[in-house]
T-cell receptor
Framework: GAVVSQHPSRVICKSGTSVKIECRSL??????MFWYRQFPKKSLMLMAT?????????EQGVEKDKFLINHASLTLSTLTVTSAHPEDSSFYIC???????????FGQGTRLTVV | AQTVTQSQPEMSVQEAETVTLSCTYD???????LFWYKQPPSRQMILVIR??????QNATENRFSVNFQKAAKSFSLKISDSQLGDAAMYFC????????????FGTGTRLQVTL
């Protein structure tokens, strides 16, 4: 199957700083990527849909100014958590859709800890 | 809008035995896909099996098979000859047909496999 690489896998940052998470489709072009947040022992909660060359579509209740999403190319989407706070600590997962396929391929996830 | 319900937070099965994980869903779409994903302790999401709603035949992938009851909106996963490596969280998901469609996940079932 197709490979989606997410980086970093773990990151610790101080309160008030920003952190960027990258999601790359390695062997296919992804017009659409999704960003999820997963709390411990919970399901994946969709945060936003990222479309190449256009603004992301955020789910209700997700602060677009806090969680900045950029999808500048067909192989890269980034999620920037701005002015991070301890409550932003979570596991973030991206997935990518191929142009001709509805199957989603997932990154390995990023564990963010804000101290 | 779609909803996916997994009523079994935890299940346990003995090695080599068979277990069935339940999933019900609701959607207003006429054309959609259903999925089972596995999330092992590494937290990498792995596609287990996929079913197109227009297909009556139940999907099968080696030891994994589904019982798709469209009228009842039920989509259960059967794991035969369970192995220790099957221990994981299992998420049922629904996706409407068409490009750039997001997945709607259930709350997950944690499967334990015992010796």
């Amino acid at each position: 199957g197709a490979v989606v690489s997410q980086h970093p896998s773990r990151v610790i940052c101080k309160s008030g700083t920003s952190v960027k998470i990258e999601c790359r489709s390695l062997d296919f072009q992804a017009t659409t990527m999704f960003w999820y947040r997963q709390f411990p022992k919970k399901s994946l909660m969709l945060m936003a849909t990222s479309n190449e060359g256009s603004k992301a579509t955020y789910e209700q209740g997700v602060e677009k100014d806090k969680f900045l999403i950029n999808h500048a190319s067909l192989t890269l989407s980034t999620l920037t958590v701005t002015s991070a706070h301890p409550e932003d600590s979570s596991f973030y997962i991206c997935s990518a859709l191929g142009q001709a396929d509805t199957e989603a391929f997932f990154g390995q996830g990023t564990r963010l800890t804000v101290v | 809008a779609q909803t996916v319900t997994q009523s079994q937070p935890e299940m346990s099965v003995q090695e080599a035995e068979t277990v069935t994980l339940s999933c019900t869903y609701d959607t207003s779409e006429s054309d959609y896909y259903l999925f089972w994903y596995k999330q092992p302790p590494s937290r990498q999401m792995i596609l287990v099996i996929r079913q197109e709603a227009y297909k009556q035949q139940n999907a099968t992938e080696n030891r994994f098979s589904v019982n798709f009851q469209k009228a009842a909106k039920s989509f259960s996963l059967k794991i035969s000859d369970s192995q220790l490596g099957d221990a994981a969280m299992y998420f049922c998901a629904c996706q409407r047909s068409g490009t750039a469609s997001k997945l709607t996940f259930g709350t997950g079932t944690r499967l334990q496999v015992t010796l």
